[in-house]
């Protein structure tokens, strides 16, 4: 019940900054909408962590600790939105290595065996995202 309404104080506040008006750039937006997609997987996490625990083969893990990642993954989301939200770019740039260090930590933890090939799907998907703001950050310089 604490988890639940501790998601909902914090989906409530991030959809009040949300319609504060503010003009986000290309890789701001890029970020933001990463950040939206990592707290919606700490939310899943939180609430569902046998099953996604399942869905992606890993190994078990007490059910609290998987929730204490899950509100891990929630805070970096949340960082994130923030980030985006506010055109951060120093913070924007930095995005980009830290989720290209992400890919290519699960990709060594797959290689070596230590993970099964359904986590590759999570590198992929940061490694997506960086690539996403790598263009932005291009076509923004461009325009500029």
Partial sequence: MLVLSSIQTLAGMLIQKAKTKTFMTKSGK??????IYVVLMGVLVC???AELISILKLPEIPTAW???MGFLVIVIGCYDIICG???LKPL???SIY?????FTGIFVLFISGQMPKEIILLGVIDLLGAVWTIFS??????TS
């Fill in 30 to 35: 890029s970020v933001f909408y990463f950040g």
């Fill in 47 to 49: 609430l569902v962590p």
């Fill in 66 to 68: 998987a929730i204490f």
């Fill in 85 to 87: 939200r506010n055109n």
């Fill in 92 to 94: 924007i740039k930095g």
């Fill in 98 to 102: 830290l989720r290209l260090f992400f």
């Fill in 137 to 142: 950050l291009k076509a923004e310089t461009k």
